[in-house]
């Protein structure tokens, strides 16, 4: 058995909530890897040791690299390209996988697959739908990605043997698996993950642009469908940057779906009211049981 598989050197780029849960979890998923942690804050390395986190944690990504046999970018995806194209540069560990954890796959991955072609390291997609609308390495939890789905995102370069690597390092961490194109990714994320962000924070706009006293009214309702609007705004930017196609198509959805409603009520007519509350009950209704609930994916 070979060091990459035995005794793997694992280091994490970001010590937020992604990163931070992927360290403690890694304790039990690969109890004999030793498992670097990178960030780019001193403040956030003497938080990390405060924590007592199962990690060597450092500022030099140079360190926190060298010699790993894979590395998990939990950074946000804006800096995800200048993080790559300093990580090949360094003298990696033999057959080193590099993934990540971000919400937008597209031409990103095939920018930072390419980026790595030819120095012994090769990138492939990954995306646990886990996370939480809190944030930061406080938050991190080692079950957080117990039950949740990843999407790996291989291209036409992507090895047999390296996807299987990377399906079994999910598989050990809790997730279940699915296999999909980066592209196809994002036109499924964008209807399941960031259209829900961005309505929840139309929905608390609208709420509570004009009357913002209205919150001391608020039930389990309201928390539920707007617990994602307090996402970091600066990630949700990135993220949306990157996917802006494909958000734009499900916004215009969101609008028609809103003029249809309008309508409806408008006319009081309860009779297509009650089918469309129906037909939303029935699509949600579908969605598996004993998913965990985190609130941002």
């Known amino acids: 058995m070979s060091p990459t598989e035995s005794h793997p050197i694992i280091a994490i780029a970001g010590p937020g909530l992604l990163g931070g849960s992927l360290a403690m979890a890694l304790k039990h998923s690969h109890p004999t890897a030793q498992v670097r942690l990178w960030a780019r804050r001193p403040e956030a390395v003497a938080e990390i040791e405060a924590l007592q986190l199962p990690a060597k944690a450092t500022t030099s990504l140079s360190e926190a690299v060298t010699g790993a046999h894979w590395i998990i970018l939990a950074t946000p995806v804006a800096v995800m390209e200048h993080l790559v194209t300093q990580i ?14 971000g919400s937008v796959k597209g031409d990103l991955v095939h920018r930072l697959e390419a980026l790595l072609e030819g120095q012994g390291a090769r990138f492939i997609g990954s995306h646990p739908m886990a996370g939480s609308e809190k ?4 938050a991190a939890r080692a079950d957080l990605f117990r039950g949740a789905n990843c999407i790996i995102t291989p291209t036409p370069k992507t ?17 279940r698996l699915l296999t999909m194109s980066p592209e196809e990714h994002d036109q499924k994320v964008a209807r399941i993950s960031h259209l829900p962000h961005l309505m929840a924070a139309v929905t608390t706009l609208a709420a509570l642009r004009t009357d913002p006293e209205a919150l001391s009214c ?14 970091d705004p600066d990630l949700w930017t990135g993220i949306v ?4 196609d494909a958000i734009a198509a ?3 959805d969101g609008l028609d ?5 309008l309508e409806i009520v408008e006319g009081m007519d309860e009779g297509k009211l009650r089918d469309f509350l129906a037909e939303a009950k029935g699509l949600r209704d579908r969605l598996p049981t004993g998913a965990p609930h985190y609130g941002i994916d």
């Open 135 to 138: 944030a930061g390495i406080s």
């Open 257 to 261: 779906t809103l003029r249809e409603l």
């Open 218 to 231: 608020a039930g389990g309702g309201f928390r539920d469908s707007t617990r994602v609007a307090s996402g």
């Open 88 to 101: 090949a540069r360094q003298a990696l560990g033999e057959n080193c996988i590099v993934t990540d954890v």
């Open 159 to 175: 090895s047999a043997p390296d996807l299987a690597r990377v399906s079994d390092f999910w598989r050990a961490l809790g997730c």
């Open 241 to 244: 940057r990157e996917n802006k």
């Open 250 to 252: 499900r916004l215009r």
